[in-house]
């Protein structure tokens, strides 16, 4: 199982950038996907989220507008826009594989991709 972030980098305040998480070694497709973050400092926090299918995401309040959850299940590769950033947007950011069943938890993780916002 793989987990591979990319996309990640220094960007000035109100720039953008797109990460992408490219998934192997398990059904991609039958996943919950989701970003997280982690600042210096700080515990990890769930940025997005997105269902299997793609039908429902959600995301945490402080990126609503901004920040843009998807995915393409025939690439197998999540992706997250992210637009406006901020200088608190910075963290090492991280994909996340779910999917629980009544026999099983699945949770993999990807080795995160560095985003840096200063002018």
């Known amino acids: 199982v793989q987990l591979v972030e990319s996309g990640g980098g220094l960007v000035q305040p109100g720039g953008s950038l797109r990460l992408s998480c490219a998934a192997s070694?398990?059904?991609?497709?039958?996943?919950?996907m989701s970003w997280y973050r982690q600042a210096p400092g700080k515990e990890r926090e769930m940025v997005a989220r997105?269902?299997?299918?793609?039908?429902?995401?959600n995301s945490v309040d402080s990126v609503k507008g901004r920040f843009t959850i998807s995915r393409d299940n025939a690439k197998n590769t999540a992706y997250l826009q992210m637009n406006g950033l901020k200088p608190e947007d910075t963290a090492v950011y991280y994909c996340?594989?779910?999917?629980?069943?009544?026999?099983?938890?699945?949770?993999?993780w990807g080795q995160g991709t560095q985003v840096t916002v200063s002018s």
């Open positions: 996340n594989a779910r999917r629980i069943t009544i026999l099983s938890d699945n949770d993999y």
């Open positions: 997105i269902t299997s299918g793609g039908g429902i995401t």
């Open positions: 070694g398990f059904t991609f497709s039958s996943y919950t």
